[in-house]
Each structure stands twice: as C-alpha cells, then as structure tokens.
C-alpha cells in the first residue's frame, strides 16, 4: 500500500516562503510522475507541479516562477518550495504519486497565506 504524507504547510505573511514535503513508502518512487496539487475551498484541485524520472519538471501557471518542485530519492521525499506566496495561494497542498494509471494521494496540508 502506497502512502503519501505530506509535511510543512502552515501559516505565513505574503511574500513569505514555506517548503512543503511529501514522504513515501514507495521505495521505487523515484521512477513514477509525482506532483503537488492544491485545492482552494469551493474550487477545483488543480495542479501545481509534476517531477518526473531523471527530475524533469512541469509548472502549472498558477505559481509557475514562485515554486520549485524536487525529490531526494535516498529520502523518498518529494519537495515543493514556495516564495513570494500571495492570499490566492492559500489552500489545502496535495502531494500526488501515479504509478500508471492509478492515482495516490496524500491527506493534504493546509496552508494560509495572511497578514
């Protein structure tokens, strides 16, 4: 059973930097598309970044030049860093691990962006 736990979202001021991780079971997660998801109350989830093997990466425009996604596999953790965060950033953080067509998910942690 695959799990995801997510880490390190929290409350912070715009402009500020927070670094979310993702922890896995997955001992082999470092060939599979992982992800960051986020999900705003009354919104849809939508994607955030994608890292895929060899540490190729996708960003969504949402947050594109804000963000970096990153793993260190000898820790199975994956990592987004986030700066300069704004109010519309606030949401619940998903981490997203896909082995092909199955999607696992992590329980998500929230994070506030205000003064």
């Known amino acids: 059973q695959v799990q995801l736990v997510e880490s390190g979202g929290g409350l912070v001021q715009p402009g500020g930097s927070l670094r979310l991780s993702c922890a896995t079971s997955?001992?082999?997660?470092?060939?599979?598309?992982m992800g960051w998801y986020r999900q705003a109350p009354g919104k849809q989830r939508e994607l955030v970044a994608r890292?895929?093997?060899?540490?190729?990466?996708y960003y969504a425009d949402s947050m594109k030049g804000r963000v970096t996604i990153s793993r260190d596999n000898d820790k199975n953790t994956m990592y987004l860093q986030m700066n300069s965060l704004k109010p519309e950033d606030t949401a619940v953080y998903y981490c997203n691990l896909q082995i092909g067509l199955t999607n696992y998910w992590g329980q998500g942690t929230q994070v506030t962006v205000s003064s």
């Open positions: 890292i895929f093997s060899g540490s190729r990466t």
């Open positions: 997955e001992s082999i997660f470092n060939i599979y598309p």
